[in-house]
């Protein structure tokens, strides 16, 4: 895997810097700094060093590109696995996404991480009439309307406002809001459209959008409608 290349990648530069200070200083003790050939030799090792730096710095961004383009851009790639394992490694991603980004894509990505975070989306998640609107509701929905302003195609993007506006009890956009996310190949927006039509949850029962909702999820690798629709389940 890219991402254990990277770990032992991190591990041997750590360990390459201790080797190589420890050298150089033995060095310049053994043979004195005073003296000019001291300090030739002494010299001779930070050039090498510094050499082998910017050999391991391009290695490192080759490796971080690789993540990127493979893992990072995927919809089902996670951070935090990354947070478990090193911490080295994902403060060091983080950084080369966001100096590998324009100033509005780094505007759009802390937009959209607003609307996440302030949702606080958890499974099992149902679209269904509230009792109350939640707390910062409306907050939330102003969130994830900057965000889905900024970036009218993002399926999930839409998805969180979808939530966002249940919570707000705004019913009529909340399922507007899902089917434009489940047009936009969404297979939990479309997974959850196909839940509601099979339940009749703030929308009326429908056999035939149901079947519908769930093929398209289970098209795009929704393990959970093929499950529900295998077992009958709802």
Do not use: W
Not at 1 to 22: A, G, H, P, Y
């Amino acid at each position: 895997m890219i991402k254990n290349d990277l770990q032992n990648f991190l591990k041997k530069k750590r360990m390459m810097k201790k080797e190589v200070s420890s050298i150089a200083i033995s060095t310049a003790v053994s043979i004195g700094v005073a003296c000019v050939s001291g300090a030739f030799v002494l010299g001779k090792f930070i050039a090498q060093y510094e050499y082998m730096e910017q050999q391991q710095e391009k290695q490192k961004k080759s490796l971080i590109s690789k993540i990127v383009e493979t893992e990072i851009l995927s919809e089902e790639f996670s951070i935090p696995e990354y947070n478990k394992k090193d911490k080295e490694i994902n403060k060091t991603i983080q950084k080369y996404i966001r100096d590998n980004r324009t100033e509005s894509e780094n505007k759009l990505e802390d937009t959209n991480q607003k609307c996440y975070e302030g949702i606080d989306y958890k499974e099992p998640y149902i679209f269904e009439e509230k009792q109350v609107r939640a707390k910062n509701s409306e907050k939330m929905v102003n969130l994830c309307q900057k965000a889905v302003l900024l970036d009218p195609s993002n399926s999930k993007t839409l998805f969180y406002l979808a939530v966002a506006y249940n919570k707000n009890r705004d019913y009529t956009r909340a399922i507007e809001s899902l089917e434009e996310s489940a047009n936009l190949e969404n297979r939990i927006a479309q997974r959850k459209l196909g839940i509601m039509y099979r339940t009749g949850s703030l929308v009326e029962k429908n056999t035939e959008k149901y079947s519908h909702y769930f093929s398209l999820a289970s098209a795009n690798g929704d393990k959970a409608s093929k499950i529900i629709q295998y077992h009958n389940y709802y």
